[in-house]
């Protein structure tokens, strides 16, 4: 039931940034009631301009005696329900879309959050219409590719996304 209001996150956000000495983590919670798949690719696009030293995707939690868990009837939500009990759809989205937000998260995991990629990654963001739909991308990549589940190293890491922006690159052509 909280409201947030974007503009004045991102002043305060990039007052931090210019004092160069706190490290910035922000969250985006997936499955909150009456956000949809594209307000959620929005919000996620808002955030990764204020290009935060982290971007944590998470998962709405709903627990036994909160708000969600007392109006979970009212927004559709479906949950694990075992922990940490994370929402697998709700009215606004489905959990097709869920799976998608979860590629995503892996994604920016593996390759924003992580630091090793940091100057590629601003690059690379270029040849998208956005943030979320390079990372979403990727994460259809990894799919198809049969990556995910699997230790990768450091270095296959980076063949992993050498071989992404071929393959990228070759539809641009």
Known sequence: RR??????VAECVARVKKMHNIHQHLDLIAGLPFETFAQFQ??????YAMRPDQLQLGFLKVLHGSFMYDNAEAY???WQDRPPYEVLSTNWL???DVIRL???EEMVEVYYNSFQFSHTMRLLVELFPSAFSMYEKMGNYY???????LN????A???ILWDFVESELAEFT
């Open 42 to 47: 929005q919000s996620f696009n808002d955030v």
């Open 152 to 155: 990768h190293s450091r270095l």
């Open 143 to 149: 799919e198809k590719k049969g990556l995910f589940g």
């Open 76 to 78: 559709g939500l479906v």
């Open 157 to 159: 890491r980076y063949e």
């Open 102 to 104: 979860k590629k995503v």
């Open 94 to 96: 489905p959990y097709g």
């Open 3 to 8: 409201v947030m209001d974007v503009g004045k």
